[in-house]
C-alpha cells in the first residue's frame, strides 16, 4: 500500500465496510475479527462433498496410515537429511497418483516419513533415530 505519512498507509478503499479501528493502526487480529465476525447459525447444505479424486488419495493415505500403525507408530524415519524449508523437492501423497493431487508438497520426500530436525540437540536427535530404527 502507498505510504502517505510516516507510519501512515494509504488504504484505497480496501478497507471500506470493515468495523473498529485498532487493527488499522496497528497489527491487532483480535480487534479486527470482534468487531467483523458475524456466526453462521445455518448447516452444512451449503457444503460439497469430496471429488473422487480426493476419496482416492484419502483410501491410500489410510492404508499408510493402517500400515504406519502395524509398524508400531512410525512407517518412516528420515536418518540423512536435516528437515528445512528447503530441504525437500514436491513430495507426493501417491506417486502412481500425483496427477490427482492438487497441492503439492509435504513435510518429507514420502508421506509419513518422520523428518530428522537436531533442534533439541544432536545426542537428542540420534536416540531419536536410533529408537526409529528400531521399530
Excluded at 25 to 30: H, L, P, S
Excluded at 42 to 56: A, H, I, N, V
Aim: hydrophobic share 35%.
Amino acid at each position: 500500500m502507498p505510504m502517505t505519512a510516516p507510519g501512515k498507509f494509504d488504504s484505497n478503499g480496501a478497507w471500506d465496510g470493515f468495523r473498529g479501528e485498532i487493527w488499522q493502526e496497528e497489527i491487532n487480529v483480535r480487534d479486527f475479527i470482534q468487531k467483523n465476525y458475524t456466526p453462521y447459525d445455518g448447516d452444512e447444505s451449503f457444503l460439497t462433498g469430496p471429488t473422487s479424486r480426493t476419496e482416492k488419495l484419502w483410501n491410500h493415505v489410510q492404508k499408510l496410515q493402517k500400515e504406519e500403525r502395524e509398524k508400531g507408530g512410525v512407517l518412516e524415519c528420515e536418518t540423512e537429511v536435516v528437515s528445512g524449508l528447503t530441504a525437500y523437492g514436491p513430495g507426493y501423497i501417491s506417486e502412481d497418483m500425483k496427477d490427482l493431487e492438487q497441492i503439492v508438497g509435504l513435510q518429507t520426500d514420502k508421506p509419513l516419513k518422520r523428518a530428522f530436525m537436531p533442534y533439541g540437540g544432536i545426542r537428542m536427535a540420534v536416540q531419536a533415530a536410533e529408537t526409529c530404527m528400531m521399530m
